[in-house]
């Protein structure tokens, strides 16, 4: 059985800085792909960035590049998500996601991930 949750979300400036941990089980990190997420209210599901150890791929979307930095901890099973310099922009639900293959080629396309955690809401005031 997979399964996924996420934690770190809150409330912050503009400026500042959050990180998030996917804690999971049943995930194979030496040989699936997992990703980040975020969707605000009205608007379409979009990735942020996706790793996997099978090809060493690794994405991160144009507009968060540079200051959004994707990490596993294969010994803790555990998914990480930092974020600095955070804008009101990017406030959203985050979400963490698995897949066998999908990161492989292919960047943080939220349709080809079968396994979904819950959500946390990161907050950016100006």
């Known amino acids: 059985e997979v399964q996924l949750a996420e934690s770190g979300g809150g409330l912050v400036q503009a400026g500042g800085s959050l990180r998030l941990t996917c804690a999971t089980a049943?995930?194979?990190?030496?040989?699936?792909?997992v990703g980040w997420f975020r969707q605000a209210p009205g608007k379409e599901r979009e990735g942020i960035a996706c790793t996997s150890s099978r090809d060493g791929s690794y994405y991160v979307i144009d507009p968060v590049k540079g200051r959004f930095t994707i990490s596993t901890d294969n010994a803790k099973l555990t998914l990480s998500l930092q974020m600095n310099d955070l804008r009101p922009e990017d406030t959203a639900v985050y979400y963490c996601?698995?897949?066998?293959?999908?990161?492989?080629?292919?960047?943080?396309?939220?349709?080809?991930?079968?396994?979904w955690g819950q959500g946390t809401q990161v907050t950016v005031s100006s």
């Open positions: 996601a698995a897949d066998p293959w999908a990161c492989t080629g292919a960047g943080p396309v939220p349709r080809h991930y079968d396994y």
């Open positions: 049943g995930v194979k990190f030496d040989d699936w792909s």
